[in-house]
């Protein structure tokens, strides 16, 4: 398989040397593609300079802060026009261990469309939390399963492999939320689309170095996608009934 770790970033100098490291003694041949709206600190800068010693890092460099869905929408779009069979979501900060990649990657090898790092599943943990963030990812995700019905313990998680052919059945390109909540929606968008849906513990660690990017206008957008996700079903289903009566 042709794997491409798809890594956002704003201001991550000090961590994406360490990543790439770490992804390539996980997974040797994996592809790294970065994806920086225009860091200030010269993340960019490093990854061309990353590439040329090491090879196979690939730099989508954005004129601003765009968000986090459009980065990763671009960056599927990118490695899948390059050939990617696997498309890795990872943050760049760190909280992602590498030495996973292997066993969500083997998820996939064994039939898996989407292979999640999950913290709320037997072995899964968050480490070096504060309390609020902590209950806040907790109530998030049973808010999201249970209102969606997705039966899924990590919606939220950002640690993941997909299919290449399970994001372009599940058109991820109309994808719409930005920050946290996009996780939510691709999981959703896959559920509906049938795809086949792995999690796999991981332990979630806070990032060492820089600045959460984690806002509240972005869990607002988060709750409020929710509620906009159940409505669209609930039509659907209203639709379909209609048609079938």
Same mark, same amino acid.
């Given at each position: 398989?042709?794997?491409?770790? +798809?890594v %956002?970033?704003f201001?991550?100098?000090?961590?994406? =040397?360490?990543?790439? !490291?770490?992804?390539?003694?996980? #997974? &040797? /041949?994996?592809?790294?593609?970065v994806?920086?709206?225009?860091?200030?600190?010269?993340?960019?800068?490093?990854?061309?300079?990353?590439?040329?010693?090491?090879?196979?890092i690939d730099?989508?460099?954005?004129?601003?802060?765009?968000?986090?869905?459009?980065?990763?929408?671009?960056?599927?779009r990118?490695?899948?026009?390059?050939?990617?069979?696997?498309?890795?979501?990872?943050?760049?900060?760190?909280?992602?261990?590498?030495a +996973?990649? %292997?066993?969500?990657?083997?998820?996939?090898?064994? =039939?898996?469309?989407? !292979?999640?790092?999950?913290?709320? #599943? &037997? /072995?899964?943990a968050?480490?070096?939390?504060?309390?609020?963030?902590?209950?806040l990812?907790?109530?998030?995700?049973?808010?999201?399963?249970?209102?969606?019905?997705?039966?899924?313990?990590?919606?939220?998680?950002?640690?993941?492999?997909?299919?290449?052919?399970?994001?372009?059945s599940?058109?991820?390109?109309?994808?719409?939320?930005?920050?946290?909540?996009?996780?939510?929606?691709?999981?959703?968008?896959?559920?509906?689309?049938?795809?086949?849906?792995?999690?796999?513990?991981?332990?979630?660690?806070?990032?060492? !170095?820089?600045?959460?990017?984690?806002?509240q206008?972005?869990?607002?957008?988060?709750?409020?996608?929710?509620?906009?996700?159940?409505?669209?079903?609930?039509?659907?289903?209203?639709?379909?009934?209609?048609?079938s009566?």
């Open positions: 398989m042709r794997v491409v770790a +798809v %956002p970033t201001n991550e100098a000090d961590n994406l =040397g360490e990543l790439v !490291a770490r992804l390539r003694a996980a #997974v &040797p /041949g994996v592809g790294v593609l994806v920086d709206d225009a860091s200030p600190d010269g993340t960019a800068e490093l990854a061309k300079r990353l590439d040329a010693g090491l090879g196979d730099v989508v460099t954005r004129p601003s802060k765009l968000g986090l869905g459009s980065a990763y929408r671009a960056g599927f990118r490695a899948m026009d390059d050939g990617a069979d696997v498309c890795v979501q990872i943050d760049a900060d760190l909280s992602h261990d590498p +996973v990649l %292997p066993a969500l990657l083997a998820n996939i090898e064994h =039939g898996a469309d989407l !292979a999640i790092g999950s913290r709320y #599943v &037997p /072995g899964g968050t480490l070096n939390w504060p309390w609020r963030r902590r209950w990812s907790r109530w998030g995700n049973r808010y999201s399963a249970g209102v969606l019905g997705l039966a899924v313990n990590d919606a939220t998680s950002g640690y993941r492999a997909y299919r290449a052919a399970a994001l372009r599940m058109d991820f390109e109309t994808v719409t939320a930005e920050g946290y909540g996009f996780q939510v929606e691709m999981t959703h968008r896959l559920v509906r689309a049938g795809g086949k849906i792995v999690e796999f513990p991981i332990e979630f660690r806070d990032r060492r !170095a820089g600045h959460s990017k984690l806002s206008d972005i869990v607002g957008e988060a709750v409020g996608l929710v509620g906009r996700l159940w409505l669209d079903d609930r039509r659907g289903r209203r639709r379909r009934r209609r048609a009566g």
